[in-house]
């Protein structure tokens, strides 16, 4: 497995790039989380490339996102590790993490779905998913998906990015409305979480004085 990330040279520019590349995946991410929600999105799923065009859009992040995988086996691999890349890419753009405002949430109704998510920048990868999905699957015929990879993207998502994630659906009998609801939910959550306060100028948000590993 090669992993690979790179900062934009400008000391103010929060973007990253990241790459993976193993036996199941190749995969190429990148993020500007000061962007106006661009998004660029191509992995042969097409219900996962609407989640993904959804998390920018409604972050205000932008994104672009080139996967191939192991699709003659199932979704797993590939959606699972495209959320390692996009929160690796987070991580790396987040830098130093000063002046960020740390935590967000939201509270997200899509038609007869609510669901919820909270997001702390923590350095501490965890994920609370509380979450029934109706449907085991979705997706259009060759690009049909299995829907327990949610639980998977998210999980990959929070260690690559290193939050704490709290994903909850208060309610819903749509398997499409509740995942979206979720996915718009998380990009609310984080476009507050790493918006940056200028009432902390350059100051780490934590009484510790840092947020995981140092930077070298």
């Known amino acids: 497995m090669v992993a ?3 900062k934009d040279a400008r000391p103010d520019a929060r973007k990253s790039s990241v790459t993976r590349n193993t036996n199941e995946t190749q995969i190429s ?3 500007n989380l000061d962007g106006c929600g661009r998004v660029q999105s191509a992995t042969a799923l097409g219900f996962f490339d609407h989640m993904i065009e959804q998390f920018a859009h409604h972050s205000l992040m932008d994104i672009e996102l080139v996967a191939k995988g192991d699709l003659h086996i199932d ?3 590939l959606v699972e590790d495209c959320g390692w890349a996009l929160g690796a890419a987070v991580l790396e753009a987040l830098g130093t993490k000063r002046g960020i405002t740390r935590y967000g949430a939201a509270l997200l109704p899509m038609d007869e779905a609510l669901s919820q998510v909270a997001v702390d920048i923590s350095g501490r990868p965890h ?4 979450v029934d999905l109706p449907n085991t699957t979705l997706g259009a015929l060759g690009g049909a998906m ?4 949610f639980q998977e993207f998210f999980q990959a998502f929070s260690q690559g990015a290193e939050l704490t ?3 909850e659906n208060c309610y819903g009998t749509n398997t499409h409305h509740i ?3 979720i996915f718009k939910a998380l990009a609310r959550a984080l476009k507050q979480a790493v918006a940056i306060d200028a009432r902390l100028m ?3 948000p934590s009484t510790k004085g840092s947020i995981g590993k140092p930077l070298s």
Do not use: C, F, G, N
């Not at 994920?127 to 509380?130: A, F, K, S, T, V």
């Open 4 to 6: 690979k990330t790179s």
């Open 146 to 149: 299995d829907t327990e990879v």
């Open 75 to 77: 979704s797993h691999h």
């Open 165 to 167: 994630l709290h994903i």
């Open 202 to 204: 350059d100051k780490i």
């Open 127 to 130: 994920l609370i998913w509380r």
């Open 179 to 181: 995942i979206e609801s």
């Open 29 to 31: 991410a990148k993020i």
